[in-house]
């Protein structure tokens, strides 16, 4: 498929971009991706057709500019965004093409580490935002166990439930389990996360780190982004090795990495079925 002719001629009005060769790119589910050649430069663009596109790309937007301006780890420059006739589209740096340094796993360790040392607060975010096309409400808590069922995983039980993806037994179990969440997660401060930390959103930075794409960004628990790293093949051990010597994590933060990945298994439930509603249950088994 091609890249619309509107969206060429947008960017073209807007950015001055006169594309000489258009490369539709692999992996995202929500969006579709292209790399723009021009004379002088190449650029990333992603856009969608949804009727909340606009305001995911907006969000998007301001969750990497967020994430850059901590200082912590590489962001792709954010060119803009905008709509025209019924596309929503976002304009980053190019990424493609670089190689990863000696260090980079470490270096991704440490550096996520520092942006967790980021903090604000309360828990939560001052505007609303997206994890794929789900919105994602940041409503802001003083306490992490009180965020993260109110915030999280309240909200999409009680859709999955309405919508028949989970019963009603399963439900009960979501609710017993929220009366332990005090008493489950240790204390900690409130820390800005990339919320959407598996291994599809880091990609090589031009410096041979790893840099970030696709966030969902809100100040939460930093076992979080840990827990979704996890979910779908895991890191290099040198990863958890440097963040861990960097910024020293909690007795048995391993064991909670379940307990955690429920809210991305709730929302892959929404997206993409009931394939994901087993691993759910093998998780709330352990609380009920």
Same mark, same amino acid.
């Given at each position: 498929?091609?890249?619309?002719?509107?969206?060429?001629?947008?960017?073209?009005?807007?950015?001055?971009?006169?594309?000489?060769?258009?490369?539709?790119? #692999?992996?995202?589910?929500?969006?579709?991706?292209? #790399?723009?050649?021009?004379?002088?430069?190449?650029?990333?663009?992603?856009?969608?057709?949804?009727?909340?596109?606009?305001?995911?790309?907006?969000?998007?937007?301001?969750?990497?500019?967020?994430?850059?301006?901590?200082?912590?780890?590489?962001?792709?420059?954010?060119?803009?965004?905008?709509?025209?006739?019924?596309?929503?589209?976002?304009?980053?740096?190019?990424?493609?093409?670089?190689?990863?340094?000696?260090?980079?796993?470490?270096?991704?360790?440490?550096?996520?580490?520092?942006?967790?040392?980021?903090?604000?607060?309360?828990?939560?975010?001052?505007?609303?935002?997206?994890?794929?096309? %789900?919105?994602?409400?940041?409503?802001?808590?003083?306490?992490?166990?009180?965020?993260?069922?109110?915030?999280?995983?309240?909200?999409?039980?009680?859709?999955?439930?309405?919508?028949?993806? %989970?019963?009603?037994?399963?439900?009960?179990?979501?609710?017993?389990?929220?009366?332990?969440?005090?008493?489950?997660?240790?204390?900690?401060?409130?820390?800005?996360?990339?919320?959407?930390?598996?291994?599809?959103?880091?990609?090589?930075?031009?410096?041979?780190?790893?840099?970030?794409?696709?966030?969902?960004?809100?100040?939460?628990?930093?076992?979080?982004?840990?827990?979704?790293? #996890?979910?779908?093949?895991?890191?290099?051990?040198?990863?958890?090795?440097?963040?861990?010597?960097?910024?020293?994590?909690?007795? +048995?933060? +391993?064991?909670?990495?379940? %307990?955690?990945?429920?809210?991305?298994?709730?929302?892959?439930?929404?997206?993409?079925?009931?394939?994901?509603?087993?691993?759910?249950?093998?998780?709330?088994?352990?609380?009920?």
């Amino acid at each position: 498929m091609s890249l619309a002719q509107v969206l060429v001629d947008q960017l073209a009005l807007e950015y001055g971009l006169v594309i000489t060769n258009t490369q539709k790119l #692999r992996g995202g589910d929500i969006n579709e991706a292209y #790399r723009l050649e021009t004379a002088t430069a190449s650029f990333f663009l992603k856009y969608n057709q949804y009727p909340q596109g606009y305001d995911m790309l907006q969000t998007e937007a301001l969750g990497l500019q967020q994430l850059a301006a901590t200082k912590t780890i590489p962001i792709p420059i954010v060119y803009g965004f905008g709509k025209v006739e019924g596309y929503h589209f976002l304009l980053l740096e190019d990424w493609s093409g670089y190689k990863a340094g000696n260090s980079f796993w470490p270096s991704f360790g440490k550096a996520l580490a520092s942006l967790h040392q980021h903090s604000a607060p309360q828990f939560g975010l001052s505007y609303t935002n997206y994890i794929a096309s %789900l919105q994602q409400s940041n409503t802001s808590q003083e306490d992490w166990p009180t965020f993260y069922w109110r915030a999280r995983l309240e909200p999409l039980v009680r859709t999955a439930v309405n919508a028949n993806l %989970l019963s009603k037994a399963d439900s009960l179990a979501f609710d017993q389990l929220a009366t332990q969440l005090d008493q489950l997660f240790p204390a900690a401060p409130p820390a800005l996360l990339h919320g959407d930390l598996w291994n599809g959103n880091y990609l090589i930075s031009p410096t041979g780190q790893a840099g970030l794409i696709d966030p969902a960004i809100y100040y939460g628990h930093r076992e979080m982004d840990l827990a979704m790293t #996890r979910l779908f093949g895991g890191f290099s051990t040198d990863f958890y090795a440097a963040y861990n010597e960097f910024f020293p994590l909690e007795n +048995e933060w +391993e064991d909670r990495l379940a %307990l955690c990945q429920l809210y991305p298994l709730l929302v892959h439930i929404h997206l993409f079925g009931g394939s994901y509603v087993q691993a759910v249950r093998e998780v709330l088994k352990r609380y009920n």
